[in-house]
């Protein structure tokens, strides 16, 4: 049983551990949870390269030559649902890749921790099944994903009822934003930075 002295000093230790306080430190975690993208508010994630983007809209530019406002408005959209559906196959052929290489990546995760010649080591076994659950998940929210109409605004109700694997996830996303739905979904519909 825990004594009160022990109490007390945990619950003092425990102030001091509030998570970065600094702009660096904050910038530095901010993406700690993400795992795969597939809603995030950022265009483009640490792992991608912003000169990717800008000559993937800047093709497009010059494919379709838009003439005003309201067609480069829709070129950026376009762009920007390239780039995400992009995310969303790399996530998933990324999450196939794994389940076909357990011994691989148990061997690369005990070199690169040098773990190989220790008691620690990670061996093929220790590594999870691939979660065909999962995986399947992940193909229904990709149909879905492809049958959003990026071109109306995304209504709540609709995504609830039409689309619930996305719907879901949204929710999800948003709380951990700590968010509402409508405020997460907001930030997808102003401009882009780029």
């Known amino acids: 049983m825990t004594s009160s002295t022990q109490i007390y000093a945990n619950q003092n230790n425990a102030q001091k551990s509030t998570g ?28 991608e390269d912003p000169i990717e983007y800008q000559n993937l809209l800047q093709q497009l530019q010059l494919e379709l030559a838009p003439a005003g406002v309201l067609e480069q408005t829709l070129i950026e959209r376009i762009a920007v649902s390239l780039w995400r559906q992009k995310r969303l196959l790399r996530a998933e052929s ?3 890749e794994l389940d076909r290489k357990p011994k691989n990546i148990a061997s690369g995760v005990n070199q690169e921790l040098n773990l190989s010649y220790s008691d620690k080591s990670i061996a093929e076994e220790d590594l999870t099944e691939f979660d065909s659950e999962h995986y399947q998940w ?57």
């Not at 700690?32 to 993208?37: F, L, M």
């Not at 994903?145 to 996305?166: A, G, M, Q, R």
């Open 94 to 96: 990324a999450t196939i």
């Open 20 to 47: 970065p306080v600094t702009e660096e430190g904050k910038t530095k975690v901010a993406n700690n949870a993400v795992k795969h993208g597939i809603f995030s508010k950022k265009l483009i994630l640490t792992d």
């Open 138 to 194: 992940c193909q229904k929210i990709l149909t879905e994903y492809e049958k959003l109409d990026f071109d109306d605004p995304l209504e709540l109700v609709i995504l609830k009822k039409s689309f619930p694997l996305t719907y879901q996830q949204l929710i999800t996303d948003a709380e951990l934003d700590e968010q509402s739905p409508e405020e997460y979904l907001q930030e997808f519909q102003e401009p882009s930075e780029y």
